[in-house]
């Protein structure tokens, strides 16, 4: 079955993100890797993208290409940042954006579409075998 992205799908994202205090500032978050407006996004597939290795090589990526952010660092800061993307029917990832970021370091949220925009190329998720655009939100821990 086909659900599209809808009403309730962004009504969703935005409940996510006020829910949880506030919507980062998109000037801070902003990827180049942009969605095509006209294409269809789905929530819901047959078969999820995947991250090259699975779900413990996805954590492995974050964990070695992740620079701590000094300021954060240098205050023993943590938490952790929600980003939600696209991955396309070739795999890419797109429209990094931040859906939660962690009050009073907005380099974390720099530093996680930073991580997010630079992954390998995954494999794309699937409807009826056919690859489609799926929407992926991700928790980026950071932590010592």
């Known amino acids: 079955m086909k659900l599209k992205f809808t ?3 962004i009504l969703f994202f935005l409940i996510v993100g006020i829910s949880n205090g506030q919507v980062a500032d998109n000037s801070i978050v902003k990827s180049t890797h942009q969605l095509d407006v006209t ?3 789905f929530f819901i597939v047959d078969d999820m993208p995947e991250f090259p290795g ?3 090589e996805l954590f492995t990526y974050l964990v070695k290409n992740m620079d701590y952010p000094l300021n ?3 205050n023993a800061a943590t938490g952790t940042v929600y980003v939600t993307f696209v991955i396309d029917k070739s795999g890419k990832v797109l429209s ?3 859906l939660k970021s962690v009050d009073g370091y907005p380099e974390f949220s720099t530093e996680a579409v930073r991580l997010v925009s630079e992954m390998p190329t995954w494999k794309p998720g ?3 075998d056919e690859p489609v655009n799926v929407r ?3 928790p980026v821990r950071f932590a010592f």
């Open 7 to 9: 009403f309730f799908g």
């Open 39 to 41: 294409e269809e996004v």
């Open 54 to 56: 699975g779900q413990e």
């Open 72 to 74: 954060a660092r240098q």
């Open 96 to 98: 990094p954006e931040v």
């Open 126 to 128: 699937t409807i009826d």
């Open 136 to 138: 992926y939100n991700l």
